[in-house]
């Protein structure tokens, strides 16, 4: 919470307009306002008939060969984050940020978890920054001609190999905050599946 920011001088524009809505909320808070700030993840979990978070698991599921990147993210539960978020309302202290975060993984690590819980024998390969660099100047000259968005952005390449790992420590302390694990999530996500697939059989006889 109190790391200093550091994507100011970067393109990804969406983590800078969200910072700059926290230093306007921060503003108001030095002038009167009662406000609580909390920063999720990445969020995982049910949404409607999907499931975010999905793709990553996919990836894994489909492919005998799964690609990766040298990186690595944060993985938090969507219903872990409304706790968190109702936690906070009661327990958080006025114009403090909190962390609503899971457990830190790399890439590496979530396509290990996935083969995992479905049991399966994957090989890995390592996709190193310097393809995801080429890509992404590839790609993005030739999206602006087809207006298709490219599989490999520049955005992408640049969080690509970087660990975006976070610290709930606080959040764990002061609100409680007790997310699942991301081994979890895939065996929340593979009842998921089964059970829309046993629904589309029933349906379909």
């Known amino acids: 919470e109190t790391h200093k920011f550091n994507l100011q001088n970067t393109i990804l524009n969406y983590p800078i307009s969200k910072h700059r809505a926290e230093m306007e909320v ?6 009167g306002l009662e406000a609580i700030i909390v920063n999720p993840a ?3 979990g049910r949404f409607g008939r999907r499931y975010r978070g999905s793709e990553l698991i996919e990836n894994v599921r489909k492919k005998r060969l799964v690609p ?19 936690s906070a309302l009661g327990r958080g202290l006025n114009g403090h940020r909190y962390i ?8 590496r690590a979530i396509c290990e978890t996935v083969s995992h819980v479905f049991d399966l024998k994957r090989n890995y390969v390592l996709i190193p920054r ?6 992404s100047r590839i790609l993005e000259p030739v999206s602006s001609l087809t207006g298709q968005r490219p ?26 905050f007790d997310p699942r694990s991301y081994e979890e999530m895939v065996r929340e996500y593979r009842s998921f599946i089964e059970q829309r697939d046993l629904l589309a059989s029933t349906n379909s006889t």
């Not at 990766?68 to 109702?86: A, P, Q, W």
């Not at 609503?100 to 890439?107: D, I, K, M, P, R």
């Open 100 to 107: 609503l975060a899971g457990h830190n993984l790399s890439y």
């Open 151 to 176: 599989k490999i952005t520049y955005d992408l390449h640049f969080i690509a190999s970087r660990y975006q790992y976070y610290d709930a420590s606080k959040s764990r302390k002061q609100l409680e």
């Open 26 to 31: 921060l503003d108001a808070v030095a002038n």
């Open 42 to 44: 990445w969020i995982f």
């Open 68 to 86: 990766y990147f040298s990186g690595g993210i944060n993985i938090v539960h969507i219903d872990d984050v409304v706790d968190g978020i109702i």
């Open 130 to 135: 310097s393809v995801t660099w080429a890509l």
